[in-house]
């Protein structure tokens, strides 16, 4: 980005900052966007004449008994500006004049306003808010007539070039106040934003000049470079665009900024309406509008303004499945087909396989359109949209595709450790303290159900995470019992030749009346239980696991009161007095228990797609046997 970016760099040069040239230009290009019919004052008038928004310079005199009069030296960009132009007409869109060397004064509260952020200020607030209370007191005022609008110079906020930081505040907007690094750049910023409010007004009159050529000849050198996996220089580039308002520019930097994982103000502004684009940006954005909107749809259809009716229409659909969890992403080619790949693995717990699939088929992805930068769709896919994290996000954007060339990135981490140690580890929220499995060899999850389940619970639910599977169990459930404990259990693949079936909040253990599912689930086969509560929060730490072949138990033990139960001939490497050395047993048991598993099974369980994924579920038989004679239980029904 060789010309355009250079041109943009030189206006951003804090080193030797051309202030006249600068002054210049806003100038004549203020004076260029005028309309013919606009209606100015006397004073504006003349300056569209003059092409010359400032006034004459200040003598060194001028500067000099200001400082006097102010009792310090002045920082030195607003003195070198003050050289230039004694005081500036039109400074952005909000403040109509700016105090030269005959207007700046110390603002000493004049507005009344540090009592009100006094007033909305915490006890424990730190020193930012401090300081929002005290700038009205010993801020120089720069704003001499505004739109409710205040400029003061902070002489409490001072660099190692001794630069003061401007703080702006409206009282329209409800923030805080917003800094800038010094004058220079407060002037930048609102000549930036006279930009913006020109290019994008309502009136029709074209704003083209040399700044608007060149700002746009960046944004196409970002797209290409993007293309290319340069998105950290493309997002630069396109950010800077914006801030002037060019077109484009936002709606291709926040293709770059969902990738990444942002979602907060990310609107795909001036091409979210256009229906190219529809199919890949509706999607993310419906997603993000399910997420928070409590079914007030009002925000999105502000979002679809200048939209046709069709293109309303689809948003309408989208939205309907995404919140019934069954929209499904879909796109052409090569890449379309990785698509379904990835969507066939992840149903089955292999997230990282997913990953793989889809970044193997992205240097042949197309886009849409030219203003196309990357898939975007699938973040909302309900089996897709989980396998998104920052760094492969990073890794998506800096690998080239859409027909350009350029060195591929390494590939991110996989998400998945390898076998079931990661069970021993805290999950997020710390809330998984008990656990069980199944795990049954030569037979796909889909089996599962067959083999652990009677009647309705054969048939597996469509993928979904755990809080939605647990929510859509109890739903309009009336009857509870105290003696049966049939699990709510995911499934998926285990690894090489095993499939799983897991439990992730599951019922109190209650060791009399357990009955292993692993006899059952054998038939023709191995299978492999372990339930452990070593982390419990309640009862004693226990851990069971029960191996069956055929429909026959081969070995068991159960660890619980501090006590160890055994049955069969358990391997060695198993055996539970090697890991429960003596009465106190406890949580250090738990992470070699699970190694051992696994190396004598060979199998392992994803963790992202039991953490933060969707998978099948199904509802086990009973993991306890019905009470015996004399044994009382109670039955909860709810009317």
Excluded: C
């Excluded at 869109?93 to 007033?119: I, M, P, Q, Y």
């Amino acid at each position: 980005m060789s010309v355009a970016a250079d041109s943009i760099g030189r206006m951003a040069d804090t080193t030797a900052f051309d202030w006249r040239s600068f002054l210049l230009r806003w100038s004549e290009e203020w004076a260029d966007s005028l309309s013919a019919d606009e209606t100015r004052s006397e004073d504006d008038e003349a300056a569209r004449r003059a092409r010359w928004l400032g006034f004459p310079p200040a003598s060194e005199e001028r500067i000099t008994a200001l400082e006097e009069r102010l009792g310090r030296r002045l920082p030195p960009s607003y003195r070198e500006f003050l050289k230039v132009s004694d005081g500036w007409r039109h400074a952005g869109g909000f403040v109509r004049l700016l105090a030269g060397t005959e207007d700046a004064h110390w603002h000493n509260n004049a507005s009344g306003l540090a009592g009100v952020f006094e007033d909305h200020r915490g006890e424990d607030a730190g020193s930012e808010e401090r300081r929002q209370t005290s700038l009205w007191w010993r801020g120089l005022q720069l704003d001499v007539e505004s739109d409710v609008t205040y400029v003061l110079l902070d002489p409490g906020d001072v660099d190692e070039d001794g630069e003061w930081a401007v703080y702006t505040w409206s009282s329209w907007l409800a923030a805080p106040p917003e800094r800038h690094a010094n004058f220079r750049e407060f002037m930048r910023d609102m000549y930036r934003e006279f930009h913006s409010l020109r290019a994008n007004r309502d009136d029709g009159k074209p704003f083209v000049n040399d700044t608007t050529r060149t700002l746009d000849a960046l944004v196409e050198e970002a797209r290409l470079e993007a293309l290319r996996g340069g998105w950290e220089r493309a997002r630069r580039a396109l950010d800077e665009a914006r801030g002037y308002g060019r077109p484009r520019a936002a709606g291709l930097g926040d293709q770059i900024r969902r990738l990444l994982g942002q979602t907060s103000m990310v609107y795909f502004d001036g091409l979210l309406t256009d229906p190219r684009y529809a199919s890949e940006l509706l999607p993310p954005l419906v997603a993000e509008h399910a997420a928070h909107s409590y079914r007030d749809d009002s925000a999105l259809t502000l979002h679809l303004r200048g939209a046709d009716d069709a293109l309303v229409t689809l948003a309408r659909t989208l939205l309907d499945q995404v919140r019934n969890g069954t929209y499904r992403y879909t796109a052409t080619g090569p890449f379309g087909e990785a698509v379904e790949q990835a969507r066939e693995l992840a149903r089955w717990g292999d997230t990282d396989g997913a990953w793989r699939a889809l970044m193997n088929a992205l240097p042949l992805w197309e886009p849409l359109g030219p203003d196309h930068l990357a898939p975007l769709g699938w973040v909302a896919d309900p089996l897709l949209g989980p396998l998104l994290t920052p760094e492969r996000g990073r890794e998506l954007l800096s690998t080239p595709r859409g027909g350009q060339t350029g060195r591929a990135p390494a590939p991110s981490a996989g998400l998945d450790p390898d076998g079931l140690a990661w069970l021993a580890e805290p999950d997020p929220g710390n809330k998984r303290t008990s656990y069980r499995f199944v795990l049954v060899e030569g037979v796909g999850p889909e089996e599962l159900p067959g083999r652990l389940a009677d009647g309705d619970g054969t048939v597996l639910s469509e993928p979904m995470t755990f809080w939605e599977a647990h929510h859509k169990k109890l739903d309009g459930r009336r009857e509870f019992s105290s003696y049966e404990d049939r699990a709510l259990m995911a499934v998926g693949r285990a690894g090489d030749g095993w499939s799983f079936a897991f439990d992730g909040d599951p019922a109190p253990f209650l060791r009399q009346r357990f009955v292993s599912p692993a006899v059952a689930a054998s038939a023709g086969t191995r299978a492999v239980v372990v339930w452990s509560g070593l982390r419990s929060w309640y009862g004693e730490p226990f851990f069971h696991l029960s191996v069956a072949q055929d429909g026959a138990e081969q070995y068991a033990f159960t660890y619980a009161d501090g006590e160890i139960q055994k049955s069969g001939e358990i391997p060695r490497a198993l055996d539970p007095d090697r890991f429960f050395a003596g009465p106190e047993g406890g949580t250090d048991a738990e992470r070699p228990l699970l190694e051992a598993v696994t190396e004598e099974f060979g199998v392992r369980l994803p963790r992202h797609a039991i953490v933060r994924g969707r998978l099948h579920t199904f509802t086990t038989r009973s993991w306890t046997r019905p009470p015996g004679e004399g044994e009382t239980y109670a039955v909860l029904r709810m009317l």
